[in-house]
């Protein structure tokens, strides 16, 4: 465990940001899940309202250090290739 003052605050700090983090992680996964059940069921209109709010979801993850931008790019291009896979 931590001994100093400075240490202490680091742990308190890192413990707060950890489960901030958890849980705007846990909200990007729920919003990306609701385009993969829209797609599944075959509801194209659907899958494209969802895709647009989980951009911006996804985006304001890569903003907070959440995600790198490249997973974030590489998960919205699979999005979307899987919407417009759809006939």
């Not at 996964?29 to 979801?57: M, P």
């Not at 996804?58 to 790019?73: P, Q």
């Amino acid at each position: 465990m931590a001994n100093t003052a400075q240490a202490k605050k680091r742990a308190r700090q890192a413990e707060k940001s950890r489960v901030r983090n958890a849980g705007q992680r846990s909200n990007m996964r729920t919003f990306i899940k609701k385009v993969l059940a829209a797609v599944e069921s075959g509801n194209k209109e659907q899958a494209q309202e969802a895709f647009k709010s989980v951009t911006s979801v996804i985006d304001t993850a890569v903003t907070k250090g959440l995600v790198h931008k490249n997973k974030a790019a590489r998960s919205k291009s699979r999005l979307n290739a899987r919407i417009r896979s759809m006939a």
